[in-house]
């Protein structure tokens, strides 16, 4: 369930938003972090422009690709294609660090605080900042996972070594066959663990990172808890966005701090409980760990 009335973006200026929001972490007992894809393209992780045009020459010029993300749908003719592809894609958006220092801020301003975090991102930026890998819930995967493509089992599986190998001996975007990943059950090749279609595998730590997250939510209900939502969009807001008015409403202690250049809003009915600053996500991590605001 979630707040149906139209939304109305703050009036106040993105200042005092701005100060009001650094006092209210400082007073919160508690904090939620749902974090979306805007919090990882602040911190540099852009799919799109320079970086994709950096990284995938090739195929943009054999395909005429636009963008990362959408090159990732394409159905290439060969396995090594597909995997000369993914394994370049994997490797800059999960173990290359992001080029901003936001992860890092964020981590730097809840780190004293009783906090958990929520998040739709697949980059691993969360857990390389130095937030504690307990309190944090991915609900949509892993880049640095893969699963059977059918799937035959609920397992997951690391793939650092070989996507690093991947990268450095793939020639003409392609990899050597002898390196495309198998089911080591039933033989189907494998498939990133990212929630694209019903195939989506939710290995034993999904469970338990779900559990979590939802001990910690009945444990601190009713709580002066902060909902800090930064850079969620429209796509899935039925994981974030909406539970986190919802439990706004529901509790007149809690209050609800959305970060979000361009897409900060709040519905009606929790207008008084919220604070909208519309603006970059990294600079406004900034401004809020400024002593001196």
Known sequence: ?????????????????IKKAKKLIERADSVVIGAGAGLSASAGFTYSGKRFENNFSDFIQKYGFRDMYSAGFYPYDTLEEYWAYWSRYIFINRYQNAPKSVYNDLYNLVQDKDYFVLTTNVDHCFQKAGFDKHRLFYTQGD???????????????????????????????????????????????????????????????????????????????????????????????????YPFWQMTYNNPNAVYLCINLS?????????????????????????????DL
């Open 1 to 17: 369930m979630y707040l149906k009335t139209a939304t109305i973006k703050s009036t106040n200026s993105c200042w005092d938003n």
């Open 263 to 291: 897409k900060a809003y709040t519905p009606a009915e929790i207008k008084k409980q919220s604070i909208c600053i519309d603006n970059d996500i990294g600079d406004t991590l900034k401004l809020l760990s400024n002593p």
């Open 143 to 241: 880049y640095g996972l893969w699963q059977c493509s059918k799937p035959c089992h609920d397992k997951t599986y690391d793939n650092e070594t070989i996507v690093k190998k991947m990268v450095v001996e793939q020639e003409n975007m392609r990899i050597p066959s002898e390196l495309i990943p198998y089911c080591p059950v039933c033989g189907a090749p494998m498939s990133m663990n990212l929630r694209a279609d019903d195939t989506f595998v939710e290995d034993s730590g999904w469970h338990t990172a779900t559990e979590r997250y939802q001990d910690f939510i009945r444990h601190h209900k009713g709580w002066n808890i902060l909902y800090l939502e930064l850079g969620v969009g429209g796509n899935t807001p039925g994981i974030i966005k």
